[in-house]
T-cell receptor, first 114, second 113 residues
Framework: QKEVEQNSGPLSVPEGAIASLNCTYSDRGSQSFFWYRQYSGKSPELIMFIYSNGDKEDGRFTAQLNKASQYVSLLIRDSQPSDSATYLCAVVNRRQGGSEKLVFGKGTKLTVNP | DAGITQSPRYKITETGRQVTLMCHQTWSHSYMFWYRQDLGHGLRLIYYSAAADITDKGEVPDGYVVSRSKTENFPLTLESATRSQTSVYFC????????????FGPGTRLTVL
């Protein structure tokens, strides 16, 4: 099982709809979770981070974490064409020796159609 | 405030040549990271550094060398470039390590012929 899995998409939604992006992870001990957005040809940029079970809202974005089921999701409300990008889920895993590393999923490509 | 810069932005080289990619930050973040991004693999950690003179391997370190003599610089060297090292390379920084937000540079697109 891969450490962080995302549906590669592409996910296509109409403008104004809710886009739902999902991510599962294998390390049950993971405590920190991040969502990055990457426009084509650009570098990743942080959208949100979440550490606790439940929902965390920031404007049109809501991150949801369920540690028991080992999944984290990102909801984008009132999707806009400018939200069209690849969304990367990242999870902090503990390595042998105790150090931690950030592991990225392959990303889900989202297209918002006007 | 430039934040984090990478140079060169584009590089074409030949198999067997040595190539150095530069990363410079102005934030004085303790941690710096090198990733490569390839279709089908996503972002993979090559090396990271917790402070000057402290470096550690990531997921895919073979064929790469790093150094960090100054906090602000973290060069990545491909000792003898191979075609499989054709990729987009991103440098990132954070103040608190892997559990903290990482800020990415603009990337270097490297092609090895």
């Amino acid at each position: 099982q891969k450490e962080v899995e995302q549906n590669s998409g592409p996910l296509s939604v109409p403008e104004g709809a809710i886009a739902s992006l999902n991510c599962t992870y294998s390390d049950r001990g993971s405590q920190s979770f991040f969502w990055y957005r990457q426009y084509s040809g650009k570098s990743p940029e942080l959208i949100m981070f979440i550490y606790s079970n439940g929902d965390k809202e920031d404007g049109r974005f809501t991150a949801q974490l369920n540690k028991a089921s080992q999944y984290v999701s990102l909801l984008i409300r009132d999707s806009q064409p400018s939200d069209s990008a690849t969304y990367l889920c990242a999870v902090v895993n503990r390595r042998q020796g105790g150090s931690e590393k950030l592991v990225f999923g392959k990303g889900t490509k989202l297209t918002v159609n006007p | 405030d430039a934040g984090i810069t990478q140079s060169p932005r584009y590089k074409i080289t030949e198999t067997g040549r040595q190539v150095t990619l530069m990363c410079h930050q102005t934030w004085s973040h303790s941690y710096m990271f090198w990733y490569r991004q390839d279709l089908g693999h996503g972002l993979r950690l090559i090396y990271y550094s917790a402070a000057a003179d402290i470096t550690d391997k990531g997921e895919v370190p073979d064929g790469y060398v790093v150094s960090r003599s100054k906090t602000e610089n973290f060069p990545l060297t491909l000792e003898s470039a191979t075609r499989s090292q054709t990729s987009v390379y991103f440098c990132a920084t954070s103040s608190g390590g892997s559990t903290d937000t990482q800020y990415f540079g603009p990337g270097t697109r490297l092609t090895v012929l």
